[in-house]
């Protein structure tokens, strides 16, 4: 089973837009971490943000917003007003303490923003 | 603001070479990891390595593949005889810890050597 899943592979949207990204992870564990990464298409994975499990409060940074939900098991990312720059693949990941250090990655969303 | 680094950033090797992805972890980090990601697809996690040894590894990091840290510095992922499948992107990655109640474990990741087997 899919500890990550990122339903939607990919989504177009016209820039100023805005976009929800989902995520939702499987654990059993009571001590968990969870985050986004932006991959461009450059290749590298660049660290946007990292939430504890205990820690359920939305975040919000700049034009970039979370949504964590323990009672849905989600951690959904919304861009507001969208621009082109924000084009790349989101990987939602999934960090347990019962499973050690590794991370669990979604299969990815591919965010085309259309000018 | 440290980074980790990844050399070289592209490497391409004829099958059956053997072939092997540096990277310099974050100079206080004591946990080193290495991921791989196919083109179009998820990120994987393939081993990590703590206290100059091997400390968890998927069913990915099978014989052919071992991780060193030779000096002070450098973590190394060695493939012995490289598969036309393992042609990928691979990410290393470090964090000063473990996932422990209380403290975090951020995982700081270099920007990938990109691998074509041919």
């Known amino acids: 089973a899919q500890k990550v899943t990122q339903a939607q592979t990919e989504i177009s949207v016209v820039e100023k837009e805005d976009v929800t990204l989902d995520c939702v992870y499987e654990?059993?564990?009571?001590?968990?971490?969870l985050f986004w990464y932006k991959q461009p298409p450059s290749g590298e994975l660049v660290f946007l943000i990292r939430r504890n499990s205990f820690d359920e409060q939305n975040e919000i940074s700049g034009r970039y917003s979370w949504n964590f939900q323990k009672s849905t098991s989600s951690f959904n990312f919304t861009i507001t007003a969208s621009q082109v720059v924000d084009s790349a693949v989101y990987f939602c990941?999934?960090?347990?303490?019962?499973?050690?250090?590794?991370?669990?990655f979604g299969t990815g969303t591919s965010l085309t923003v259309i000018p | 603001e440290p980074e980790v680094t990844q050399t070289p950033s592209h490497q391409v090797t004829q099958m059956g070479q053997e072939v092997i992805l540096r990277c310099v972890p974050i100079?206080?980090?004591?946990?080193f990891y290495w991921y791989r990601q196919i083109l179009g697809q998820k990120v994987e996690f393939l081993v990590s390595f703590y206290n100059n040894e091997i400390s968890e590894k998927s069913e990915i990091f099978d014989d052919q593949f071992s991780v060193e840290r030779p000096d002070g510095s450098n973590f190394t992922l060695k493939i012995r005889s490289t598969k036309l499948e393992d042609s990928a992107m691979y990410f290393c990655?470090?964090?000063?810890?473990?996932?422990?109640?209380?403290?975090?474990?951020?995982?700081?990741f270099g920007p990938g050597t990109r691998l074509t087997v041919l």
């Open positions: 990941a999934l960090s347990e303490r019962i499973s050690g250090n590794q991370f669990y």
């Open positions: 990655a470090s964090s000063v810890g473990k996932v422990i109640a209380g403290a975090y474990n951020e995982q700081f």
């Open positions: 100079s206080n980090h004591l946990y």
């Open positions: 654990t059993r564990d009571t001590t968990y971490y």
